[in-house]
Structures are given as C-alpha cells and as structure tokens.
C-alpha cells in the first residue's frame, strides 16, 4: 500500500458523458456527489421541458415523450434481462 492513493481514472465514455456542459455537469454531481443534486436535475429537466412546451407549443411537449421511446426499451430491456 502507497502512501498516496491515485485517484481511479474513469472510462472514456464517462469522461465523454461528464464533459457535456449541461447535462454532464448534472451527471457528475448526482453520481459522485450528495443525493440531492438528483432533485435538482429533476427539477431542471421538467423546467426545460415546460420551457419548450412554452416556447414551440405543442411539438415541444410531444418531440420530448417521443424521444424517450427508446430509451424507455433499453430500460426495460436492460429490467428483463436482470
């Protein structure tokens, strides 16, 4: 054992993901930080939600749900196969 632990480097996708400016940032403190941060995602996420709902109408209430159509299959793909 070393006297000075290295931090662990973390994967190329991760380094990706968290470099993303606003959502990334958001990533990072939810997973390596306090558990509120997660609330305050939420938050932001609706927020933006209702902005584009406000701002292109309809389409920006409707484009959102249809683009988590996949990601709603990956998730219960990823529930079935345990």
Known sequence: MSAIDMPRRLPLWQRLF???????WMAYDVTYR????????LIAFV??????????????????ALAMVPVMFLVLLLISRG
């Open 47 to 64: 927020s933006m939600w209702g902005c584009a709902f406000m701002v292109f109408g309809l389409p920006g209430l409707y484009i959102p």
């Open 34 to 41: 306090g558990s509120e941060n997660l609330w305050y995602a």
């Open 18 to 24: 968290f470099a993303v400016p606003l959502f990334g």
